[in-house]
């Protein structure tokens, strides 16, 4: 079966950090492009960063450049988000996704559950 599990959300106050992980599991994620995306209830999917599979390149939505990075570990089917200093705006699910290079969610094919991440003092 193939997945792909979140993981690292939580609870925090504004201007500190967390680090997400998701591990992916079935088959080998190694050739795609691995992305974060955000979404609040009732509300459409939105990019936050991608990974293209050598590692080398990546993107970022405007919002969290300087921010957060994107890593991967191919070794590992592992990709991970460093948040830093997080604001209250930052609360959302967040997802990770395995596909194609882009920004937008038809890109990707393969879906987490997500996790939820709340800044908020």
């Known amino acids: 079966q193939v997945q792909l599990v979140e993981s690292g959300g939580g609870l925090v106050q504004p201007g500190t950090s967390l680090r997400l992980s998701c591990a992916a599991s079935?088959?080998?994620?190694?050739?795609?492009?691995m992305a974060w995306f955000r979404q609040a209830p009732g509300k459409e999917r939105e990019f936050v960063a991608a990974?293209?599979?050598?590692?080398?390149?990546?993107s970022y939505a405007d919002s969290v450049k300087g921010r957060f990075t994107i890593s991967r570990d191919n070794a590992k089917n592992t990709v991970y988000l460093q948040m830093n200093s997080l604001k209250p705006e930052n609360t959302d699910g967040y997802y990770c996704a395995a596909g194609a290079r882009g920004t937008t969610d038809d890109k990707y094919n393969t879906w987490g559950e997500g996790t939820q991440v709340t800044v908020s003092s």
């Open positions: 990974i293209h599979w050598s590692g080398s390149i990546t």
């Open positions: 079935g088959r080998t994620f190694s050739r795609d492009t």
